[in-house]
């Protein structure tokens, strides 16, 4: 059973803030990280997607991995009140094709 | 930009009754995936699709649970008598392989409501 803990929320920052989630696996053989934006009552929606140790930028997110540490995270920049959502981190590895889904950070940006 | 689409987007059911929830991929899209998510739950792996056959089923995906491709558009999960605790929301992915690199994408869902 793949495990995928995630930092408890919810979690409030102001408007303009920086919002950091963080998220630990279990499975050593996970080969890609991505993390999903989930609004209320709504779909997985890619938002970032990261393969190898370090980081990587796309617009106001950046992604960071670990992979000795098993140890992904995800740094919201210059937060707006549109960010407000759950956010999902999801390993797969490298012998299978199925996520497996931490229970969310819901980030709340407060205006 | 190319989407996943499922139908319907809402569907109630009696107890005991078969449902058939549809999904069409990209239509590129060489791998096809159902996930569900209970209400105020995690998102849970289904099954995955490849090639016409199935590649991974979760425990959740028992006897009662059918995956098929009719044609070469459409994608369906048939539960064969449903639960109450079949309620929750389906979701449909496709990617685009099966390289774990490859992102998955999510359609709307269809939320199964089962009285």
């Known amino acids: 059973q793949k495990e995928v803990e995630q930092n408890s929320g919810p979690l409030s920052v102001p408007e303009g803030a920086i919002a950091s989630l963080n998220c630990t696996y279990s499975?050593?053989?996970?080969?890609?990280f991505f993390w999903y934006r989930q609004y209320s009552g709504k779909s997985p929606e890619l938002i970032m997607s990261?393969?190898?140790?370090g980081d990587k930028e796309d617009g106001r997110f950046t992604a960071q991995l670990n992979k000795a540490s098993q140890y992904v995270s995800l740094l919201i920049r210059d937060s707006q009140p549109s960010d407000s959502a759950t956010y999902l981190c999801?390993?797969?590895?490298?012998?299978?094709?199925?996520?497996?889904f931490g229970a969310g950070t819901t980030v709340t940006v407060r205006a | 930009e190319p989407e996943v689409t499922q139908t319907p987007s809402h569907q109630v059911t009696q107890m005991g009754q078969e449902v058939i929830l549809r999904c069409v991929p990209i239509?590129?899209?060489?791998?096809f995936y159902w996930y569900r998510q209970i209400l105020g739950q995690k998102v849970e792996f289904l099954v995955s699709?490849?090639?016409?056959?199935?590649?991974?089923k979760s425990e959740i995906f028992d006897d009662q649970f059918s995956v098929e491709r009719p044609d070469g558009s459409n994608f369906t999960l048939k539960i064969r008598s449903t639960k109450l605790e079949d309620s929750a929301m389906y979701f449909c992915?496709?990617?685009?392989?099966?390289?774990?690199?490859?992102?998955?994408?999510f359609g709307d869902g269809t939320r199964l409501s089962i009285l």
């Open positions: 992915a496709s990617s685009l392989d099966r390289a774990s690199n490859q992102p998955q994408h």
């Open positions: 499975d050593r053989v996970s080969q890609s």
């Open positions: 990261i393969y190898s140790n």
């Open positions: 999801a390993p797969i590895g490298s012998n299978d094709y199925k996520l497996s």
């Open positions: 239509s590129n899209h060489l791998y």
């Open positions: 699709f490849y090639n016409n056959e199935i590649s991974e």
